[in-house]
């Protein structure tokens, strides 16, 4: 398919003409009470509530790694803090 600009389309394919390069975007149901907070959360910060979930979620993953014996300590000392 060739239009009168003389630009072939033929093998044209939707979406971004640059892909975004360590992103891939995907389809995910969340709860609508998530996605509202997360949007006012993002609108305080100035930010994308997209980008929030992403950080929210890198955040828990980075978490994960760490051994229990460490967050409990951590959260230890942040209670002792707090009570005095």
């Given at each position: 398919?060739?239009?009168?600009?003389?630009?072939d389309?033929?093998?044209?394919?939707?979406?971004?003409?640059?892909?975004?390069?360590?992103?891939?975007?995907?389809?995910?149901?969340?709860?609508?009470?998530?996605?509202?907070?997360?949007?006012?959360?993002?609108?305080?910060?100035?930010?994308?509530?997209?980008?929030?979930?992403?950080?929210?979620?890198?955040?828990?993953?980075?978490?994960?790694?760490?051994?229990?014996?460490?967050?409990?300590?951590?959260?230890?000392?942040?209670?002792?803090r707090?009570?005095?």
């Open positions: 398919m060739i239009t009168k600009e003389g630009f389309f033929s093998n044209a394919k939707r979406g971004p003409v640059l892909s975004q390069t360590g992103r891939t975007r995907i389809t995910i149901n969340l709860s609508d009470d998530v996605i509202a907070e997360f949007r006012s959360l993002a609108e305080e910060a100035g930010t994308g509530y997209q980008f929030m979930i992403n950080n929210a979620l890198r955040a828990y993953l980075e978490m994960r790694k760490k051994p229990l014996e460490e967050t409990l300590r951590k959260v230890i000392r942040e209670e002792l707090a009570a005095s």
